[in-house]
């Protein structure tokens, strides 16, 4: 595991932990919708479903990610370009999570397309009694449009290596789960303190700062291997 990816990680998870409150509004009853509280095994039936929801993150990061990577075998001087373009989709996701510019949005119409004809392949699974159902349900939601998801897979995809862009995925997924597992009292109570506003700008500045230093780091590394030619 490189250095750089043991720094990402934490950005990743930072990630889906300050979208818990965008989650918890665009999937916090899905669960419900499904049925899956009615399960015979309700806890493992929830997670068999956010398993199959991070194997569609990490499955798409691949392989965008890994159709960057042969591009850029091809085209090398792309390299911090696209290195900059992570950081800067970085720093706006930390306007969005400080609730200062929310135009990061506007992404959830380009799912609209797929949606609809994926969302018909859940019908036949339901009612979802057996935990493979569960799963697949999971996988099926993994593609529904959500502008969180789409900035998190152009950021990790980015890195331009297939296999450090699915970890990334995985590990935003893991930061979103905690807030869709929890029921009931606690749901809410993350609810608030997604919109509190110390918590909201810790976590923006946070997502700042890994955004600076993606771009920073990708230039002085430029500059210097410039300069030993």
């Known amino acids: 595991m490189t250095a750089d990816l043991l720094l990402l990680i934490p950005a990743a998870l930072l990630l889906g932990l300050a979208g818990s409150g965008h989650c918890l509004g665009m999937c916090g009853g899905i669960a419900c919708a499904l049925g899956l509280q009615q399960h015979p095994r309700p806890v493992m039936a929830l997670a068999f479903y956010h398993v199959g929801r991070i194997t569609t993150y990490s499955c798409l990061a691949l392989l965008f990610g890994g159709a960057l990577q042969h591009t850029l075998h091809h085209y090398p001087l792309l390299a911090p370009w696209l290195r900059t373009a992570a950081g800067a989709l970085l720093i706006l996701m930390a306007l969005h999570v400080a609730q200062i510019w929310s135009g990061i949005l ?67 997924g893991l930061g ?44 002085q590394h430029a500059g210097h291997h410039h300069a030993m030619h």
């Open 106 to 172: 506007r992404l959830e119409a380009f799912g609209t397309r797929w949606w609809q004809p994926i969302q018909r392949l859940v019908k036949p699974l339901l009612p979802a009694r057996q935990l493979w159902q569960v799963f697949m349900l999971g996988m099926l939601w993994g593609w529904l449009p959500c502008a969180l998801v789409y900035s998190t897979l152009a950021w990790a995809a980015a890195q331009a290596n297939g296999m450090q862009a699915a970890i990334l995925m995985a590990s935003f």
């Open 176 to 219: 979103t789960t905690p807030a869709l597992m929890a029921g009931g009292v606690f749901a809410s109570q993350l609810q608030r303190l997604a919109q509190l506003r110390a918590w909201r700008y810790t976590l923006a500045a946070a997502l700042m700062l890994f955004g600076l230093w993606t771009i920073f780091s990708v230039w």
